[in-house]
């Protein structure tokens, strides 16, 4: 059974940082594609930032040189520090674990950006 277990979600200012963690089980951790959508309220989920199996990095622009997403294969778990939040931040994140057809998501986790 695959499970994506979020956790760190919260209330950050603006300017703030927060760090999100992915436990993964049930898969062979170093063969998937990780990484983090988001759905901010009333809109659609959106790529955030993704980790191959290779360590290939890939951020959507919004979060260039603010957000950074790691993995540890050791304890299969991925990270996104998120650096210099922004109200636009705001949304439910969603873990995602991808390989060839196969796909799974996390329960999301909230995060919210906010004075």
């Known amino acids: 059974q695959v499970q994506l277990v979020e956790s760190g979600g919260g209330l950050a200012q603006p300017g703030g940082s927060l760090t999100l963690s992915c436990a993964a089980s049930?898969?062979?951790?170093?063969?998937?594609?990780m990484g983090w959508f988001r759905q901010p309220p009333g809109e659609q989920r959106e790529p955030v930032a993704s980790?191959?199996?290779?360590?290939?990095?890939d951020l959507a622009d919004s979060v260039k040189g603010r957000f950074v997403i790691s993995k540890d294969n050791v304890t299969n778990t991925i990270y996104l520090r998120m650096n210099n939040l922004k109200p636009e931040d705001t949304a439910v994140y969603y873990c995602?674990?991808?390989?060839?057809?196969?796909?799974?998501w996390g329960q999301g986790t909230q995060v919210t950006v906010s004075a």
């Open positions: 980790i191959t199996s290779r360590g290939a990095i």
């Open positions: 995602n674990a991808k390989f060839n057809t196969f796909v799974y």
């Open positions: 049930g898969i062979i951790f170093t063969q998937w594609k």
